[in-house]
């Protein structure tokens, strides 16, 4: 009900955190580009395998001097994968402890996401593209009470034998594919492009493989930095028809992998594939690290090492686009801010700090990766406040999804989407 609103506006007024001025607006009024990289580890950035970069394009991306890269940035996800990943990313809300928000929630709830905002304060078109089939994780909903006005899910494109894999159509042919309807777009745009070829169990037609499987044995890793490959060959083509199209002039391109490729339960091939002895707990925590890139023509770029999440993507991007979030509901702050608390909360409860992280109960030095078994008083006082914001952070998020709370919400500057303004199917080719 309002009240519980009441406590969440309060806990969040009491972490807000004013965003960093340096990139204030600095991205005002250009398209935003945001794709999705599939399953995408951070650690594939610079990744060789048989002295072979596994993903150049990228690695130039995350070095250009217009490039802010993020290097511990981590994903956040749940058991709603993907679908955690997008809603974190446009709502800055969490996902929830079980199941997909997005399914769950997608329909009935009340949003207040990237789409909308984007569209009500900069006059933004915005829509989606997707190679899969629509009704995935519930999409073709859920992207509506995100406000997104356009979505194109596979029955967009022409899908003829061998143009699919797995999820979807391969991400060369999704790229290619999509630029007639980028076309039209009229701008300034907001649009996101959902890769998904370098998904498990990371499969490729032959004629695509160009770079080797690695050889640890472990049949569902091997193929990934096959899969990765190809997906950073789609990149360059698309940068390279940005390029072409004077598309790259006035656009700011976002990168972001959603969640491991890799998962916990293969322990003995990652350390295999990062060359180390072993691999425990506290190193799969660290393997949740995934690419976070802002590229813009004229952008002043760097290496960013604040530690932050998903959720933070949301209050980063705005400020760079210069549009004023003060009072909205966000979990995130954003990255740019020095006043960054640099909290990265794990659905579990675990988290990462650039001190301390906590894995599965357990706390660790983050600098020596040594387990932290006698704490002194203070520090152990330090862990549990960590240890209890980040608990208070997920349920009050929780308690915002569960009681769509944002119904309650009304702001001035934001008017409710209304779901039947939109539709996926008239528009289509
Ligand atoms: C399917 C794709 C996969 O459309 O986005 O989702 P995931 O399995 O990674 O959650
Ligand atoms: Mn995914």
Redesign the pocket.
Known sequence: NVSDLKSVQKFLKAHYVTPGKTYHGVAKGKNVLVIHL??FQQFLIGYKWKGKAVTPNLNKIFRSKNTISFDNFFNQVGQG??SD?ELMLENSLFGLQSGSAMSSYGTSNTFESAPAILSQEGGYTTAVMHGGEGSFWNRNNAYKSFGYQYFMPLSYYENKPGYYIGYGLKDKLFFKQSVKYIEKLPQPFYLKMIT?TN?YPYQLDKKNQSIDKTDTGDETVDGYVQTAHYLDQAIGELMAWMKKTGLDKNTLLVFYG??YGISGNHHKASAELLGKGSFNDFDNLNFQRVPLMFHMRGLKGKIDHTYGGEIDVLPTLLNLLGVNDKNTIQFGHDLLSKKNPQIVAQRNGDFITPKYAKVSGDYYDTKTGQEITKPDKKVKNELTSISNLVTTELSLSDRVINGNLLRFYKPKWFKKVDVKDYDYNKEKA
């Open positions: 599939e399953s994968k993907t990943a998904v998904h959603d969640h």
